[in-house]
Every structure is written in structure tokens, then in C-alpha cells.
């Protein structure tokens, strides 16, 4: 089975400018999770979707945002980039089965803002 | 709250070294699940075991064991005989019933020399 997937691997943008994540999960998978990794705040939650709405969301600002289509993929929006911006995003998908899920991850989409 | 603590910042083994990696949590929750993730240099994060909290039977897989301990809140992962490919960086993960938020502690990088 084909683990979860994230595109692009890599992204350069420059402040100011929008930026638009996308992730695939594990086929059967139907929730959907976004993390940012970053050197000094370590790995931090951003929100969550399951079956199209969002379940449960972190301490963002509204700058970050997300949504989920009907086959589970999901992407992540974020505007208006700011240098602090540069991160690993990470995103995980999990079964709907039972609330804490084995959560299953990506390999992430580096964003680097100029 | 919950809280997850990774002491250990970074530990420096030569291969065939036993190591173990400590993990305390905090929670108010009677029903939670803790985690351990590794990432290696490639950035993914490799689901290595999950543990429930009405479980405290220890676990061993291969070379790998976990010392779960709820009278300490803690739940510390040994790597025996380790091997250069055991290099990475290892995180503990925390997350509570009523969500599926995964809460991380700081990580712990382990290189073994060869």
C-alpha cells in the first residue's frame, strides 16, 4: 500500500506570497492531520480534517488555513508568508476508526521563505 | 496540561552500544496513547510503536524495547546492539482520547559510530 504522499518536496516563495500544500493520505485513510516542524519550536499541530471539515485546529494564526476534498486528500493554505514561515510541513493521515489513531506520515514539504 | 519531555538532546553511541532514550509525559487524562517516531535525515517520520494507558505490558520488537511506567509517567525506548542505521532523530508523542492531536517532545538525536 502506497504511504502518504506530499507535494512539492521543496518550495522557495518570497514574504508576502500565498503557498499551496497538498497531501494525499493512505488509500482508506480519511483523516487527514498538518504539522510544522521548525528548529525552534520543534514539531506543533495545526489542524486536522476528517470526511471534508475540520476536526480540530491549533495555535495559527488565521493566515493558515486547510481544507479537504472528497477522496480525503487535503491541502494546506498559507498567506501572506512570513519569514518565520520556513518550516518542514508535515502531514499524516490516520483511519477514522477510534479517536488517537496511529497516525502515518509523509515526508514533508520544505518551504523556505525569502 | 499536556507535556511531553525529551531530556536528552543529544546521545553519541559506537555501534553494538545498548541506549536508551527517556520520555515523561504529563496529562490529566486517564485514557491516552503515547508514541515513538523516528526521523531520519530524510525528514519522514517513521511510526515505530504506540502505546495505550491501560497497557503497561513492555514491548519488544528485534532490537527495539519499550518500558512503559505509569507511576512515573514515562516511557522510555531502548535500542539494543545498535547499528549506524539506528542514526536519527527519535520523538516521543503524546495524544489524549477526545483528540487526535499529537503532542511531541523535543526529540532526542542519536549517532552511533561506527
Known amino acids: 500500500k502506497a504511504g502518504v504522499t506530499q507535494t512539492p518536496r521543496y518550495l522557495i516563495k518570497t514574504r508576502g506570497q500565498q503557498v499551496t500544500l497538498s497531501c494525499s493520505p493512505i488509500?482508506?485513510?480519511?483523516?487527514v492531520s498538518w504539522y510544522q516542524q521548525t528548529p525552534g519550536q520543534g514539531l506543533q499541530f495545526l489542524f486536522e480534517?476528517?470526511?471534508?471539515?475540520?476536526?480540530n485546529k491549533g495555535n495559527f494564526p488565521g493566515r493558515f488555513s486547510g481544507r479537504q476534498f472528497s477522496n480525503s486528500r487535503s491541502e494546506m493554505n498559507v498567506s501572506t508568508l512570513e519569514l518565520g514561515d520556513s518550516a518542514l510541513y508535515l502531514c499524516?493521515?490516520?483511519?477514522?476508526?477510534?479517536?488517537?489513531?496511529?497516525?502515518?506520515f509523509g515526508p514533508g514539504t520544505r518551504l523556505t521563505v525569502l | 496540561a499536556q507535556k511531553v519531555t525529551q531530556a536528552q538532546t543529544e546521545i553519541s553511541v559506537v555501534e553494538k552500544e545498548d541506549v536508551t532514550l527517556d520520555c515523561v509525559y504529563e496529562?490529566?487524562?486517564?485514557?491516552?496513547?503515547l508514541f515513538w517516531y523516528k526521523q531520519p535525515p530524510s525528514g519522514e517520520l517513521v511510526f515505530l510503536i504506540r502505546?495505550?494507558?491501560?497497557?503497561?505490558q513492555n514491548e519488544i520488537s528485534g532490537r527495539y524495547s519499550w518500558n512503559f511506567q505509569k507511576s512515573t509517567s514515562s516511557f522510555n525506548f531502548t535500542i539494543t546492539a545498535s547499528q549506524v542505521v539506528d542514526s536519527a532523530v527519535y520523538f516521543c508523542?503524546?495524544?489524549?482520547?477526545?483528540?487526535?492531536?499529537?503532542?511531541f517532545g523535543t526529540g532526542t538525536r542519536l549517532q552511533v559510530f561506527p
Open positions: 499524516a493521515s490516520s483511519l477514522p476508526a477510534s479517536s488517537a489513531d496511529t497516525q502515518y
Open positions: 488509500s482508506g485513510h480519511r483523516s
Open positions: 480534517y476528517f470526511s471534508e471539515t475540520q476536526r
Open positions: 496529562t490529566r487524562d486517564t485514557t491516552y496513547y
Open positions: 502505546r495505550n494507558s491501560f497497557d503497561e
Open positions: 508523542a503524546l495524544s489524549e482520547a477526545r483528540n487526535d492531536k499529537l503532542i
